[in-house]
């Protein structure tokens, strides 16, 4: 059986061992987990939860809403996320980590003035040549920047998420994130704005790595779920 609160202990006291006294923030990765097992991470002190489709995260918030168990949860959206979707996504979700294009913030832009929202966004940011990963580049991250400034009001890009190519030698990610933290600074100055402040980077087989590169938020899922990745 697995212990979801020895992993969640286990993970904080790595990245304890890492971050060098910064604060770093883990959200649990609960797509294709049942809601039982969501609620045992949130009463073992989650506070933030990804999904990843829609279709699949809705009932399981149905679920746990009627227990009560997300009101002081913060729900991400972490998918490649389509047009057709928007609007539950933004009626769901507190931030969506995968904006990547002028079109997308602004159908995101659209459905939270509907509801009278200012929807928190993340810019994923490519970092690998791998064509199955989404995202965008440096400059193209600060052109959809301008674009939700000048004609977002209903959006607060918050910083970049980005997810890094998997490597059986871990310390191979490590360029991936060197390449990620330096764009993120470099945004962060050109922007001069307080609230572009979190960096989403690092999952289950890479997050120390990643928090030593400089991220300040972790997506973790068959490592709070599963078999820990150290006892392999």
Do not use: W
Not at 179 to 198: C, E, G, M, P, W
């Amino acid at each position: 059986m697995v212990n979801i609160s020895e992993n969640i202990a286990f993970i904080r006291d790595r990245i304890s061992d890492v971050s060098n006294s910064r604060n770093v923030s883990i959200v649990a990765v609960t797509k294709t987990f049942k809601a039982d097992y969501v609620e045992s991470a949130i009463m073992s002190g989650i506070t933030d939860i990804a999904e990843s489709k829609i279709q699949e995260a809705l009932p399981k918030f149905d679920v746990l809403s009627n227990k009560e168990v997300l009101k002081n949860v913060k729900k991400h959206f972490i998918g490649h996320l389509q047009s057709n979707k928007v609007k539950k996504t933004v009626s769901n979700f507190d931030l969506i980590q995968s904006l990547d294009s002028r079109e997308l913030a602004s159908d995101i832009n659209r459905h939270a003035r509907d509801i009278n929202k200012i929807q928190e966004c993340l810019i994923e940011l490519k970092v690998s040549q791998e064509i199955t990963k989404h995202g965008v580049s440096e400059e193209q991250a600060a052109g959809i920047y301008d674009y939700c400034i000048e004609n977002c009001q209903n959006i607060k890009i918050c910083g970049i998420m980005t997810i890094a190519p998997y490597f059986e030698l871990k310390e191979e990610v490590r360029p991936y994130f060197k390449t990620a933290y330096n764009i993120f600074l470099k945004l962060k100055h050109r922007f001069n704005n307080k609230d572009f402040s979190v960096l989403s980077m690092g999952m289950s087989d890479d997050f120390e790595i990643a928090v030593q590169e400089g991220s300040n938020m972790v997506r973790i899922g068959s490592a709070v779920f599963g078999e820990r990745i150290y006892d392999k």
